[in-house]
């Protein structure tokens, strides 16, 4: 009978063990992209720059002003966000993903970052301005390179 219950207070400890490891390990960068792109996409914005760098909160409240002044939302991508692939060197990544049934992969980058003077870092999208690929009077006309990248 006390076989029984070591095994099953050792499967209670093992639980409660996995439940703090998994609570407490920092967001990989394809989840926070992916929680980022689901904010955007549905254009809340407030949500989205949960999970990118204060440069990219304040570009996202820029668009936020341009929705808000043309009275209507800017075209978005539409459709099911699918996370391909991630690669991560040091305190960058960059996750590369695709939109509804469009076959271009986009990708997004995300730095390693202290947040709220935390002394460890949480992987965070760092968007541009050049990043973005929507012309605009705040933003200027998008800008072409050889590479393509996110049109958020």
Known sequence: MSTINLI???????LL???IVSCSYPDSPKSVA???????QKHDFDEAAKYGTKETG????????????????????????TIVSEEMEGKTAVVYFKT???NA????????????????????????KTD?????????????????????
């Not at 099953?8 to 093992?14: A, I, S, Y």
């Not at 992916?34 to 955007?40: A, H, Y």
């Not at 990708?107 to 541009?128: H, N």
């Open 8 to 14: 099953r207070n050792n499967k209670v400890l093992l």
């Open 132 to 152: 973005l690929k929507v012309p605009d009077p705040l933003f200027g006309p998008a800008i072409p390179d050889s590479t393509k990248t996110s049109s958020f």
């Open 58 to 81: 304040k570009i996202l409240k820029q668009i936020e002003r341009i929705e808000e002044l043309e009275k209507s939302p800017m075209p978005l991508p539409k459709g099911n966000i």
């Open 17 to 19: 063990m996995f439940c």
């Open 100 to 102: 509804g049934d469009e």
């Open 34 to 40: 992916e929680k980022f792109l689901t904010g955007f």
């Open 105 to 128: 992969e986009e990708k997004l980058k995300l730095i390693k970052v202290a947040v709220d003077g935390a002394e460890e870092t949480q992987w965070r999208v760092a968007l541009t």
